[in-house]
């Protein structure tokens, strides 16, 4: 089923964690985790005021986040290095699952003939075992990292505008729908001119947050993206 001949939006770039993958507090545990092992004693002042900097950044591409942590760019990517490992071990623990009706909304978004990427602040190898731990392998059209993008995460536009130039699924960049929970989601979407840039409230940030960052609308979860872009048509 195809969508209606009036929608052009057909490419669709949605964020992985808080948006359509629920992850359980993980990127705060692997961080806390990679900083201890690396050398930052939990407990401290140091420890606590880089772990409430992770918080206030979530949505941000993770090596950006380290280089304003650290400063050099040997212990940002000390720092990356071991939240990747970390990550990986909470992953592989089973602490990760889809929010309720992601599969489900990505599959009816692509049997309505859109094109779906979802995008995240996470390394490549990050990415994937995720993908992995949820069988989501193929499930979207394209994946992206910040690396697949020149480097460069959130806010840059960089990701969508590589997902609209890779995938030659819209004709405009105002017929592009990016979708996320966080500031940072909201301001990559207006900055890459995305028509619809949808905020979702199962996540990092709150109504006034995504408002306040540039979100058209803010929904409840992904599962009502689809309703949306139909009453947007």
């Not at 602490?95 to 779906?116: N, S």
């Not at 592009?176 to 979702?200: E, F, H, K």
């Not at 947050?209 to 929904?219: M, N, Q």
């Amino acid at each position: 089923m195809s969508n209606s001949s009036t929608d052009r939006r057909n490419l669709v770039v949605l964020d992985m964690a808080g948006t359509t993958v629920a992850d359980g507090g993980l990127v705060e545990r692997a961080f806390e985790l990679a900083a201890e092992r690396i050398g930052v004693e939990p407990g401290t002042a140091e420890h606590g005021a880089k772990l409430q900097y992770v918080r206030d950044t979530m949505g941000e591409s993770k090596i950006s986040v380290f280089r304003h942590l650290f400063g050099t760019e040997e212990m940002a990517q000390r720092a990356n290095s071991a939240f990747e490992e970390a990550y990986g071990e909470l992953v592989d623990g089973g602490l990760i699952a889809p929010l309720p009706g992601a599969r489900q909304t990505i599959e009816k978004l692509r049997d309505d003939g859109r094109t779906v990427v979802l995008t995240t602040g996470f390394a490549r190898v990050t990415q994937d075992a995720i993908l992995d731990a949820l069988g989501w392998q193929g499930l979207a059209d394209l994946t992206l990292c910040p690396a697949d993008a020149g480097g460069r995460g959130r806010p840059y536009p960089d990701m969508v505008l590589g997902a609209f130039l890779r995938t030659g699924a819209a004709d405009d960049v105002r017929d592009v729908v990016v979708a996320g929970d966080t500031a940072y989601d909201m301001l990559c979407g207006r900055r890459a001119g995305a028509g619809i840039v949808a905020g979702v409230l199962t996540g990092a940030h709150d109504r006034a947050a995504l408002t306040e960052h540039g979100a058209t609308h803010v929904l409840e979860s992904i599962a009502d993206l689809p309703a949306a872009l139909l009453g947007s048509a």
